[in-house]
């Protein structure tokens, strides 16, 4: 079966400090790899993926990501964290063997807090 | 959030009552979705459609019901058969969504539907 897991529910940095925010996967295939954020009330806005290639990934807002097949797992980074990127972030896979017209697994998301 | 719509933003709906959610999408986008977030649960798949005039059902889908007659729209009603429909739902499109494509799901920003 397909899931996420992010274990932390919460994560604290101090504004200029590195941050990371941790996603497991399981899937039967190769996956497809997904970072959202969320603000308050707003929908989610796409940050990064994996496909195949390289293991880290660059997006949006100075994110990156890191792929690591043999511990299954697709962290979060960004070397200085900023106050406006406190939000709630959702990790997502997609099993490209099983096409269930597209579908996301979403992790149940993890809220990261930067305080100045 | 950009190119795809829901509305209304807020819905208050009585007991009993079945009410409409809208999803218009101008991305040309073959593939839409409607989740369901609940907090600390992650994002829920109640239906999808891949083309005009089909549609599957999710993982939550009793209680709600989808048409897709137009490309660009893709409406999700809450009957009054869902017994906890207080959420946040949230529509989603993708240019494609056929076995093995890394599409991207793009978010809408969201309607936040409350039962008194």
């Known amino acids: 079966a397909q899931s996420v897991a992010q274990p932390e529910d919460q994560v604290n940095v101090a504004e200029g400090n590195p941050l990371t925010v941790k996603c497991t996967y399981s899937v039967s295939g190769n996956p497809y790899l997904f970072w959202y954020v969320q603000y308050p009330n707003r929908g989610l806005q796409f940050l990064l993926k994996y496909i195949t290639g390289d293991n880290l990934v660059k997006g949006s807002y100075g994110f990156e990501a890191e792929f690591n097949k043999s511990q299954t797992s697709f962290h979060l980074k960004k070397p200085s964290a900023l106050v406006s990127d406190s939000a709630l972030y959702f990790c997502a896979v997609r099993d490209p063997l099983y096409n269930q017209g597209g579908k996301l697994i979403f992790g149940q998301g993890t809220e990261l807090s930067v305080k100045p | 959030d950009g190119g795809i719509t829901q509305s209304p933003k807020y819905l208050f709906r009585k007991e009993g009552q079945n009410v409409t959610l809208s999803c218009e999408q101008n991305l040309n986008h073959d593939a839409m979705y409607w989740y369901r977030q609940d907090p600390g649960q992650g994002l829920r798949l109640i239906y999808y459609?891949?083309?005009?005039?089909?549609?599957q059902k999710g993982d939550i889908a009793e209680g709600y019901s989808v048409s897709r007659e137009k490309k660009e729209s893709f409406p999700l009603t809450v009957t009054s058969a869902q017994k906890n429909p207080t959420a946040f739902y949230l529509c989603?499109?993708?240019?494609?969504?056929?076995?093995?494509?890394?599409?991207?799901?793009?978010f809408g920003p969201g309607t936040r539907l409350t039962v008194l």
């Open positions: 989603a499109s993708t240019r494609g969504a056929g076995q093995g494509r890394p599409d991207t799901q793009y």
């Open positions: 459609s891949q083309i005009v005039n089909d549609f």
